[in-house]
């Protein structure tokens, strides 16, 4: 059984800074590419970031603020998160991917989420 399950999510003021990590069990996920997606109320689900081996990706909106990072002897994708902004406002998920994109339809597995509040 594939589980994702994130964590280090919050309220935080604008300007902070928080970091997420998701940690995977039932499977080595060291060879595939993980990301985050995040979902504001009444949105559509959006792509955060993205890591495969030592490539990077990231939404134009979090470029330079957010650093996607893995540590696969723990099996575990982190999401640090500066610089924080109330649009940044919530739910992130992780999940793991097909393919290194920015595609919702490329990921499989997804984590149950952890909501993510800046305060103005």
């Known amino acids: 059984q594939v589980q994702l399950v994130e964590s280090g999510g919050g309220l935080v003021q604008a300007g902070g800074s928080l970091r997420l990590s998701c940690a995977a069990s039932g499977r080595t996920f060291a060879s595939y590419p993980m990301g985050w997606f995040r979902q504001a109320p009444g949105k559509e689900r959006e792509f955060v970031a993205a890591?495969?081996?030592?490539?990077?990706y990231y939404a134009d909106s979090v470029k330079g603020r957010f650093a996607i990072s893995r540590d696969n002897a723990k099996n575990t994708v982190y999401l640090q998160m500066n610089s924080l902004k109330f649009e940044d406002t919530a739910v992130y998920y992780c999940?793991?991917?097909?393919?290194?994109?920015?595609?919702?339809?490329?990921?499989?597995?997804w984590g149950q989420g952890t909501q993510v509040t800046v305060s103005s």
């Open positions: 890591m495969w081996l030592t490539t990077t």
């Open positions: 999940a793991v991917s097909r393919s290194l994109s920015p595609s919702l339809s490329e990921y499989n597995y």
